[in-house]
């Protein structure tokens, strides 16, 4: 059964970086997408950031556009989300999720079927 498993989490002050990872364990054929959401306290889960399968297409909430890029190497089955300039309202918990129902997912939860289960992040001083 396939697994997606987050790290990188941790504290950092504003202005500061962190990368995240998300492995995939025992992934089935197929060119499945990823994206990177973010539930911060008393926030709705939300889409961050999404890559497709060949890495062409990279979308981006317009809250971390220029600050968050996202990649994934398809050798290692693991993505990641580099996060720089970083602010306190970045704080939240960070899942990755993977879609093996549609080869473009973008940010709609219902696309995805694998979730993994988060690594927090907390931006402050």
């Known amino acids: 059964q396939v697994q997606l498993v987050e790290s990188g989490g941790g504290l950092v002050q504003p202005g500061g970086s962190l990368r995240l990872s998300c492995a995939a364990s025992?992934?089935?054929?197929?060119?499945?997408?990823i994206a990177w959401f973010r539930r911060g306290p008393g926030k709705e889960n939300g889409g961050v950031a999404y890559i497709n399968w060949s890495g062409g297409r990279t979308d981006y909430a317009d809250s971390v556009k220029g600050r968050f890029i996202i990649s994934r190497d398809k050798a290692k089955n693991t993505a990641y989300l580099q996060m720089n300039s970083l602010k306190p309202d970045d704080t939240a918990t960070y899942y990755c999720?993977?879609?093996?129902?549609?080869?473009?997912?973008?940010?709609?939860?219902?696309?995805?079927?694998?979730w993994g289960h988060g690594t927090q992040v907390t931006v402050s001083l």
């Open positions: 999720a993977a879609s093996w129902l549609v080869e473009e997912a973008y940010f709609s939860p219902p696309n995805f079927d694998i």
């Open positions: 025992g992934p089935p054929p197929g060119y499945y997408p």
